[in-house]
């Protein structure tokens, strides 16, 4: 059963550039979870934002929910060559379900 | 920080062969997840475990089986290897409470190919 689809599917930017990813699901969440995974490594996890809130901040990363769109995005402000991976939305169904994600490539 | 270990980065089997993925990790946490992860199919949820000894399939057990006898290690078997099993196997673990809000942890995968 697939919930979260992250939007583009790929994108590159200059280093420097803010980069931004979106995430559309269907059904009501009351959390959904925004995840990295460098290339060859495992996923690791960025930040949660439940229901109630719209906005959440961890240093360079601002996360937003819609709940009345369906929607969240991910902003990384002046994007570095670390920042190249690719990064998952997660919401829950009975268990957590991961979207397809989208690679970044950030360009020297 | 949490530290999830699998046991091999890298592993290759044949056909018929009964494989052995293992997984440790050094937080106490109750759930622990194995997932597989292809291009183009994203992580999809083989099996989980909430406590020791529980087991709860996921999207896609057939083939496979798990155990786990102690908190922190859960194991992925795979009862007669096929090549359709070949991918990356990803580990995860969480605090207790409903899974889907717990962030996971995860290993860095096991990439498994079965010749």
């Known amino acids: 059963s697939q919930q979260g689809e992250e939007d583009p599917q790929a994108l590159s930017i200059q280093e420097g550039e803010n980069a931004t990813m979106n995430c559309s699901y269907k059904?009501?969440?009351?959390?959904l979870q925004w995840y990295r995974q460098n290339s060859g490594r495992g996923l690791v996890h960025l930040i949660l934002?439940?229901?109630?809130?719209r906005e959440k901040h961890s240093g360079r990363l601002r996360v937003t929910l819609d709940t009345s769109k369906k929607s969240s995005s991910l902003l990384i402000t002046a994007s570095r060559a670390a920042d190249t991976a690719s990064y998952f939305c997660?919401?829950?169904?009975?268990?957590?379900?991961f979207g397809k994600g989208t690679r970044l490539h950030i360009l020297p | 920080d949490v530290k999830v270990t699998q046991s091999s980065r890298y592993l290759v089997k044949r056909t018929g062969e009964k494989v052995f993925l293992e997984c440790v990790q050094d937080?106490?946490?109750?759930?622990m997840f194995w997932y597989r992860q292809d291009p183009g199919l994203g992580l999809r949820l083989i099996y989980f475990?909430?406590?020791?000894?529980?087991?709860e399939k996921g999207d896609i057990p057939e083939g496979y089986s798990v155990s786990r006898e102690k908190k922190e290690r859960f194991s992925l078997i795979l009862e007669s290897a096929s090549t359709n099993q070949t991918s990356m196997y990803l580990c995860?673990?969480?605090?207790?409470?409903?899974?889907?809000?717990?962030?996971?942890?995860f290993g860095d995968g096991t990439r498994l190919s079965i010749l």
């Open positions: 995860a673990s969480s605090l207790w409470g409903a899974s889907s809000n717990q962030p996971q942890h």
């Open positions: 059904t009501s969440i009351n959390n």
């Open positions: 934002i439940r229901s109630n809130e």
């Open positions: 997660a919401t829950p169904d009975d268990k957590i379900i």
């Open positions: 937080m106490d946490h109750e759930n």
């Open positions: 475990s909430y406590d020791v000894k529980m087991k």
